[in-house]
């Protein structure tokens, strides 16, 4: 069984920085790519960022593409999503998830299981 947790959410001024933690806990991450998503209300949920399970790989969103980082460390079992220079747009429910394969996909349904999320809003 996969349990994914997400913390480090929180309430941000615009430009500001704010690290999201995937955690897992029971089987490990390692050998799966695991991704972000976030969904703002009224929105569907939408890709920003994945990694590879080597970390080699990366892929990110358009959007957050320079001002968000993902990185990973195996031996912990955590997933990291570090978000810099945040906009009130980056508003929105974070969640982490399993890839259902090595490779990087950028779709909902590449993914399997899922944490919770964990609420971020950027204040203008």
């Known amino acids: 069984q996969v349990q994914l947790g997400e913390s480090g959410g929180g309430l941000v001024q615009a430009g500001g920085s704010l690290r999201l933690s995937c955690t897992s806990s029971g089987r490990t991450l390692s050998g799966y790519s695991v991704g972000w998503f976030r969904q703002a209300p009224g929105k569907e949920r939408e890709f920003v960022a994945a990694?590879?399970?080597?970390?080699?790989?990366?892929k990110y969103a358009d959007s957050v593409k320079g001002r968000f980082a993902i990185s990973r460390e195996n031996a912990k079992n955590t997933v990291y999503l570090q978000m810099n220079s945040m906009k009130p747009e980056d508003t929105a429910v974070y969640y982490c998830?399993?890839?259902?394969?090595?490779?990087?996909?950028?779709?909902?349904?590449?993914?399997?299981?899922w944490g919770q999320g964990t609420q971020v809003t950027v204040s203008s």
């Open positions: 990694i590879r399970w080597n970390a080699v790989f990366t």
């Open positions: 998830a399993r890839g259902l394969v090595s490779s990087i996909g950028t779709s909902v349904d590449e993914y399997d299981y």
